[in-house]
């Protein structure tokens, strides 16, 4: 019984750790769309979008795809997407 509950668990984590991989490329283009845009931002502004958008990217190719979520979430907060 414990055996099959650790297998789930795992499967779980698994699957997890891949939903994030597939949302990262998703939020880039969502955030590349946006900046294409020419949206109306402060000089900083832009600098952390930016800077945002190409941590989330080496994040993402990392591996470390939750890493790369949450910093491509401060890039589109600040777009407002």
Sequence with gaps: MKLSSMVVAVSLAL???GAYAFHCPKDMK????ALAKKPNLSAQQMADVKKYRKEGE????AKKHQESVDT??????????
Excluded: V
């Design 30 to 33: 969502a955030i590349d769309a």
């Design 15 to 17: 699957a997890s750790s």
């Design 58 to 61: 080496s994040l993402h190719k």
């Design 72 to 81: 491509l979430a401060k890039a589109k907060k600040i777009l407002g997407i």
